[in-house]
């Protein structure tokens, strides 16, 4: 299945992608509505995962209303699996790349999270799923931007860590700030002008999920750091929770993990 995602799907990641799920649920709602999801409609969630967008589309579109998540990892296995346990009935999964992906009919919204970034050209893939909704319907894509991503005050540690964790992305070959570009991305796929909206999960030192989810990414490039010589004198992933939250508290800072920044046009 041709796919160029570098983060792969161990344990480690899925956890790290169920948790983001929970740190920028809302953030994540509040975009979706912006962008027009609104009940009744049938909407395509592309890069799925483990499924959090898909099932956050499923609440908002209701019982009369459909998503299908697409993502070419067997991660939809688990996608599937949420959604029953969840009792979730509007929702269905497919595993399939996107470049393989081919619809019976056009859906009234096309929808992705942290999945264009990814992608070899994602200009023309915004194009192709554009082509995959209806006239009158909505693309909506968010992506983050992990290069402004900051405590108040700072804190050396965490400009440490996040440092390290933005050069070791780049090393992957992904552009860590992909989000702010999706305005000039919606114009070269010939979307026009996007509206956008940008939110960024913040809190301090009790804010478990928050800094379990900042250990859990240092987890997930920790190997890549260490090739690139960025992990000496630096804790351990296993090492970074408590500390981080000792730190925190001490300085009584609040953290803001990388903005997300959502954009959605309507096809003409
Ligand atoms: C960072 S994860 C985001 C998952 C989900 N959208 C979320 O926000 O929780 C990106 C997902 O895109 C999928 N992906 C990457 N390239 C893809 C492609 N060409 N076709 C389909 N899925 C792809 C990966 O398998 C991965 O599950």
């Known amino acids: 299945m041709s796919t160029t995602y570098t983060l792969g799907h161990e344990d480690s990641e899925v956890r790290r992608l169920l948790l983001q799920g929970r740190v920028y649920r809302a953030d994540t709602k509040h975009a979706l509505q912006l962008a027009g999801l609104k009940p009744g409609m049938r909407v395509l969630d592309v890069g799925c995962g483990p499924g959090d967008v898909s099932l956050l589309a499923a609440e ?71 082509g995959l909704v209806r006239p009158g319907g909505v693309v909506a894509f968010a992506e983050n931007d992990i290069a402004t991503v900051r405590s108040y005050p700072d804190i050396p540690l965490f400009q440490t860590v996040t440092g390290a964790v933005a050069r070791s992305f780049e090393a992957l070959g992904l552009d860590i700030s992909f989000g702010p570009k999706l305005g000039a991305l919606f114009q070269e796929a010939g979307l026009g002008i996007p509206k956008m909206a940008v939110g960024a999960p913040m809190g301090g030192a009790d804010d478990i999920d928050l800094l379990t989810y900042a250990a859990e990414i240092w987890r997930l490039v920790y190997p890549v750091a260490d090739g690139l010589g960025l992990t000496a004198g630096v804790p351990t992933p296993d090492e970074l929770l408590p500390l981080l939250q000792r730190e925190v508290e001490a300085a009584r800072a609040s953290v803001m993990m990388p903005p997300q920044i959502t954009a959605w046009a309507q096809v003409r």
Do not use: Y
């Open 60 to 130: 908002l579109v209701g019982p009369t209303g459909s998503v299908h998540g697409v993502d070419a990892a067997d991660v939809v296995h688990l996608a599937r699996s949420r959604a029953a346990d969840q009792g979730v009935t509007n929702v269905s999964f497919t595993q399939s790349a996107l470049d393989e992906l081919v619809l019976e009919e056009p859906v009234d919204a096309v929808i992705g999270r942290l999945i264009l970034m990814h992608l070899p050209d994602p200009a023309a893939a915004l194009r192709r799923l554009a």
